[in-house]
């Protein structure tokens, strides 16, 4: 199997050619790999090569010992501290490995919509975790690490017992700058879940804080500490290769070479630094090669610079250059000349200088446009105020000093500079203010002091949430942010933070609303509770879709009781809305659904609370319709709603003959006019009911029968061609619905006539002959692709004008006929890549769109098959139209696939981050998930159901082609259902039978 590139992080395989080997490391962890032991422990101080040493074993493993790995750092390319990123990459490095492991059904379930995979020569289809990357079930991160790692790996040690999957983990000292759960906190707290075949390393500076919680936690541990007093003669000896190999071709002695290996003890950053020296021609202070340890080479070299600049008077050491070092030391990323200018309050020229003389602890790219601290021991030099041996440190800050500094600064340019207005503010204090003040009070046990006025939390949560264009993590800067207005001003900032950032069209910065929300539960289940219902009380679509966000990762207590107030007293919007939220977030899991939020709902329906019953009845109907219609070929589904409605009516309403008169009318029949109201609001039929000539009343008598499988049409082409034709909705979708039927059931007894209805059709007929095929159903013909292929082909060349009118007309907020052909493809296994291909190449931009949309509903139910397709375009992400198509069809994806889909935003790079999304982002996924699932239904019920497609379906059509208005189709659509209910005594499985 290939390496995956991303094992090794870009910026480090730029190094490794410099690096020697060190054998006596690598063969301790040789040993290791083929003992018992599951974890190996590589300690040391900073700069004793733990970082190169992870990458090397990572670059020169050629048998595939390694599986999977992370770096805990926010310097490198697609890593930071988060741990939902690092359950990400893992995950996304153990399915490029074991594909398998992820199609078991012994997983639990997370996703219900089925995905076909194709890993190297593993097919399958993945019922129960959604793959291509990652679940978009909104769980807690505990559960996401078991659920994503944990039981993954337990599945691979039993399908593969041989296997020793290895996990590298560099830099778990560094996850410790995470506020709240962190990686090292997962990893302590689940070590002992790891099976016993799996193989963790990790690497991490002598902190107890991580060496004696993993100690504790599992006592399988191999552990190293390069700085241990019998590993730093051998240690030495390797910075001494080190030394000679970079000074090689340099004119310098073996002694120097030696001279520098001696100091350095071990510690290539220190060895490191005085070969740059050499190199650059400055030569080596043999007295600073002389002092032991790092912190007294930091200092001896800080001395002599400042000897050099005392008078010199362009330059002021402790004002710009230690100030400049200190300012780095506590920034939470790289900074611009610009920036640091602002901060330090100095001129770019003094600026200039200062960098000059500290240019060798910098790191900065040519344009001054990344300028950091070369590594994180020397910001912890500079906030140390005491050497090794005990001697002040006249070099250093407080670290509570150096953030305050910076604090203070942000907060008089708002008040000076930006006049007040976060809307003006630098992107730096705009994604980190809050960070600072956060370590402010974390170092100090007080609030920074600095009165709400002035700091304007709110105005900074909007800023964030409305300008995509910031740099940095808008995850990290709202949740700082939140962090921040519940620590800082308790009783005044949260709640309006909260209702700013909910809001945002930004979906980082809602998924950070959505986890401080549920750690706050935590600690305050009452206040959290009244923000989420403010929420919901809210007329904004965002803020709703926060709050549902955040209910469903709530305790089931919590949970059920805001989906029982949304049910009893949210608005009609809220309730509508809320129903295909929940079903969409809870990934049609019917255990969830029905079992447990729907029937805990269900649970307060009473024949004494009869107002309160119908809305909750309402509400209940919505949610189990959606589910049932889009997952209707799964009988489990079928049972579970069944299962739903025979709670409701014999166990909380005791419905028996004597009662069922007088409790049918103003309580059951609640659900069987919402099913009636569904027919008539969904986006297929678009409320075109009422009033059609009588010759399609005639063509309805000639096209019902034929809803019954195995039907001729072959004495079925005209009406069939003028059903198509039709200006009205109902005869398409009847004669859609016929042709599907039929098509699917047997495709070689139709293909003639089908063709001969293709060959003799209008323009506007062919393209509905198309959408006829916009079936959800799994099981479809093998020949359905190609032939719908040549069909969309014929409709896309020969007739456009015709499509163009079908894309403007009647205000559609669904585009079947994009979908069609992309779904036919995922469904039967098929690459999707030129299909994405062809739809961005297409000159005509409505056309574009149109195939653009198509392929974004298609990734709402196959997103492993879409993104898969988007990977292959990667290269034109430089082009303005082609990225923004492709983040189109990503945005719209993004509200059932979220974490699915930062994933692979992460893959692609900085240039293709979603910045802000459209506002009906959620109302795409339900517009198509409504539409889709009823066609769905509608079809499939004709195909395996003879009551159903009698009474549910032929009925349904019949009544539209008879109902003068919508309301006469509601009524007496719904009297026909009734009958369904009563006579199957609500066990709505017997229609099935």
């Not at 990652?134 to 296997?163: C, G, K």
């Not at 049910?567 to 009609?572: E, F, L």
């Not at 025979?646 to 609640?670: D, G, M």
């Amino acid at each position: 199997m290939p390496r995956p590139a991303s094992l090794v992080p870009a910026e480090l395989k730029n190094r490794l050619p410099a690096l020697s080997a060190r054998p006596w490391v690598s063969d301790r962890i040789a040993a290791w790999h083929l003992g018992t032991d599951r974890f190996f422990l590589l300690s040391g101080g900073p700069g004793t090569g733990k970082t190169m040493i992870s990458a090397l074993t990572l670059a020169n493993d050629t048998t595939n010992l390694w599986t999977a790995s992370y770096f805990c750092s926010n310097r490198l390319t697609g890593f930071s501290y988060h741990p939902r990123q690092f359950v990400m990459r893992i995950q996304e490095n153990l399915l490029d490995h074991y594909p398998q492991a992820y199609l078991s059904r012994e997983l639990r379930t997370l996703m219900n919509f089925t995905a076909n995979v194709s890993a190297d020569s593993v097919p399958g289809t993945a019922t129960g975790i959604a793959i291509g990357h990652l679940t978009a079930s909104p769980i807690s991160l505990d559960d996401y690490f078991q659920t994503m790692i944990i039981e993954p790996l337990h599945e691979i040690s039993r399908l593969y017992p041989d296997a020793r999957p290895g996990i590298l983990i560099d830099g778990l000292d560094e996850a410790v700058a995470h506020e709240g759960t962190g990686i090292h906190d997962l990893m302590a707290k689940y070590a002992s879940a790891f099976p016993g075949n799996c193989k963790i390393l990790i690497t991490s500076q002598n902190t107890p804080r991580i060496i004696d919680s993993l100690l504790a936690a599992a006592q399988d541990v191999v552990h190293l500490d390069l700085s241990e007093k019998d590993n730093r003669a051998t240690a030495s000896d390797d910075v001494r290769n080190y030394v000679r190999n970079a000074l090689s071709a340099a004119p310098a002695t073996k002694e120097i070479a030696d001279d520098i290996a001696e100091s350095a003890q071990g510690n290539f950053l220190w060895a490191g630094s005085l070969v740059r020296e050499v190199l650059g021609d400055a030569g080596v202070d043999h007295a600073i090669t002389d002092h032991n340890g790092l912190d007294r080479y930091y200092a001896g070299l800080l001395d002599r610079l400042k000897r050099a600049v005392d008078d010199d008077p362009a330059i002021d050491w402790t004002h710009d250059c230690l100030a400049l070092m200190h300012c780095l030391a506590v920034a939470q990323t790289a900074l611009s000349s610009r920036q640091l200018a602002a901060l330090l309050e100095i001129g770019e020229p003094r600026l200039s200088v200062a960098l000059r003389v500290m240019r060798t602890f910098l790191q900065v790219d040519s344009g001054y446009e990344s300028i950091s601290l070369e590594h994180k021991s020397v910001a912890q030099f500079l906030l140390t105020p005491t050497l090794s041996d005990g001697s002040p440190n006249s070099h250093a800050v407080r670290e509570d000093e150096a953030h305050r500094a910076v604090a203070d600064r942000i907060v008089r340019q708002l008040a000076e500079e930006w006049h007040g207005r976060w809307s003006d503010a630098d992107s730096y204090a705009v994604m980190y203010l809050a960070a600072h003040l956060n370590r402010l009070r974390s170092l100090t046990g007080a609030p920074p002091g600095y009165t709400r006025e002035q700091v304007r939390l709110p105005e900074l949560a909007r800023r964030i949430g409305t300008d995509p264009a910031l740099a940095g993590d808008h995850y990290e800067a709202m949740s700082q942010v939140l962090i921040a207005s519940r620590r800082l001003w308790p009783e005044h900032e949260y709640e309006a933070v909260v209702a700013e950032s909910a809001q945002s069209s930004d979906p980082y910065v809602r998924a950070a609303v959505v986890d401080a929300l549920v750690e706050s539960a935590g600690v305050d289940p009452a206040r959290t509770g009244r923000i989420v219902y403010d929420l919901l009380k809210s007329e904004h679509l965002h803020a709703w879709t926060t709050a549902l966000y955040a209910a469903m990762r709530l305790q089931p207590k919590s949970r059920h009781e805001i989906v029982l107030w949304i049910a009893c007293h949210g608005t009609a919007e809220l309730r509508t809305y809320a129903g295909y939220m929940l079903y969409l977030l809870a990934g049609g899991d019917r255990e969830l659904i029905a079992a447990g939020m729907l029937k805990a709902v269900a649970q307060n329906i009473s024949v004494v609370r009869i107002a309160r019953t119908r809305r909750i009845l309402e509400f209940l109907s919505n949610i189990s319709i959606t589910a049932y219609v889009n997952n209707c070929d799964d009988p489990a589904v079928a049972i579970a709603t069944s299962e739903l409605w025979q709670y409701i009516a014999i166990k909380r309403l005791h419905l028996r003959l004597v009662n069922r008169p007088a409790l049918e009318k103003p309580i059951i029949s609640v659900a069987a006019k919402r099913i009636a109201s569904r027919l008539v609001e969904n986006d297929v039929l678009r409320g075109q009911i009422g009033a059609l000539p009588e010759r399609y009343q005639d063509l309805a008598g000639q096209l019902l029968p034929a809803l019954t499988p195995g039907h001729d049409l072959s004495g079925l082409i005209g009406p069939l061609r003028d059903g198509f034709s039709s200006d009205a909705w109902a005869p398409r979708i009847l004669s859609g619905c016929v042709v599907a039927v039929q098509a699917i059931t047997d495709l070689d007894a139709c293909a003639r006539p089908l063709d001969e209805l293709f060959s003799e059709s209008t323009a506007d007929a062919r393209l509905w002959q198309v959408v006829a095929f916009a079936v959800l159903l799994k099981r479809t013909p093998e020949a359905l692709p190609d032939r719908l292929a040549a069909m969309t082909g014929k409709v896309l060349t020969e007739h456009r004008a015709s499509l163009v009118r079908y894309l403007a007309g009647d205000g559609a907020s669904v585009n079947l006929f994009a979908v069609t052909l992309p779904l036919a493809y995922a469904k039967h296994g098929r690459p999707l890549t030129d299909l994405v291909t062809g739809a961005l190449e297409d000159d005509d931009e409505t056309v574009r769109q149109s195939n653009l949309e198509g392929l974004a509903a298609v990734g709402l139910y196959y997103p492993d098959a879409v993104l898969a397709a988007l990977a292959q375009v990667r290269d034109p992400f430089g082009r303005e139209e082609v990225r923004a198509g492709l983040l189109r069809i990503l945005s719209r994806m993004y509200p059932m696939h979220p974490t699915m889909v930062d994933v692979f935003l992460r893959e692609m790079g900085p240039v293709a981050r979603l910045g802000g999304l459209e506002a009906g982002e959620m109302d795409f996924a339900r517009h198509y998930v409504d539409a889709l699932g009823l066609y769905n239904n509608a079809v499939h019920q004709a195909i395996h159901y003879p009551l159903m497609r009698r009474e549910v379906l032929g009925a349904g059509f019949a009544e539209m082609f008879q109902a003068r208005t919508p309301g006469d189709f509601i009524k007496n659509y719904a009297r026909r259902i009734m009958k369904l209910l009563r006579d199957s005594e609500y066990e709505v499985i017997r229609w099935t039978r």
